[in-house]
């Protein structure tokens, strides 16, 4: 499979999201925005207000085919290349994609098509430990992982939570958290296929949930990270 390299990323974080970032900080809590391995959580989400525009303008949503993404990887984004360099498998599947993925001319193939998003981390609810930081485990591969307890956690939830690197949040009040631990950063050497579908999906949830209609969208520059 193809990868692109996670310094071309158009929104990386590389440290521990804090509770103070929550829709101060270009970060938006997106429900339901974590998707991975059939499991489903909340999301933490910058926006790619460039990406998200273009979008808008070329009347595309998500694009969440994993064999597009993965040949999309194969291509550097704005750049011509030629048709003939491409394989029949290339060639069938980007004449098949959506409009606003790539751009053809008799000679050559462009892709439009860039990350719309980053999660910065999947948020778990829930009432019972065990149970939440087993669903944490889903997007270990993903993004940072938070769960959000109802009550202040022990010393041993606390610790057993540092040793896999999960964060604990408690909801004080409706959207508003206390932190008891960090997350442990998600820093992957590469962005493939799998986890740009992952931003898909969240993306599919904030233009559901009328983030993107309304604005609400990080632009690369003010992304606050590495």
């Known amino acids: 499979m193809n990868g692109l390299p996670i310094a071309d990323h158009p929104i990386r974080w590389c440290h521990p999201v804090r509770p103070t970032q929550v829709d101060l900080d270009g970060l938006y809590l997106v429900t339901g925005g974590a998707l991975a391995a059939g499991r489903r959580a909340d999301a933490l ?3 790619d207000t460039h990406e998200a525009a273009r979008r808008a303008g070329a009347s595309l949503g998500s694009v969440t085919s994993l064999a597009l993404l993965d040949a999309l990887l194969g291509l550097p984004l704005g750049c011509p290349i030629s048709v003939e360099d491409l394989t029949e498998h290339e060639d069938r599947i980007f004449h098949a994609a ?6 053809f ?3 050559s ?4 098509l860039q990350v719309p998003a980053t999660v910065v981390a999947a948020v778990i609810r829930g009432t019972r430990w065990r149970a939440s930081l087993r669903r944490a485990a889903a997007f270990s591969a ?5 769960v959000v307890l109802q009550s202040p956690p022990s010393v041993a939830t606390i610790l057993e ?3 896999v690197g999960v964060g604990i949040w408690v909801e004080i009040a409706s959207g508003n958290f206390e932190e008891y631990l960090a997350p442990e950063t998600f820093v992957p050497m590469y962005f493939k296929a799998a986890g740009w579908r992952f931003a898909e999906n969240a993306y599919e949830s904030a233009v ?5 209609a309304h604005g609400v969208t990080l632009s690369r520059a003010s992304a606050g990270c590495c």
């Open 45 to 47: 989400v910058a926006l």
């Open 98 to 103: 959506p409009h606003g993925c790539v751009e």
């Open 105 to 107: 001319t008799d000679t």
């Open 109 to 112: 193939v462009t892709r439009r």
């Open 142 to 146: 993903f993004t940072q992982r938070i």
């Open 161 to 163: 939570a540092q040793l």
């Open 208 to 212: 559901e949930g009328g983030m993107v």
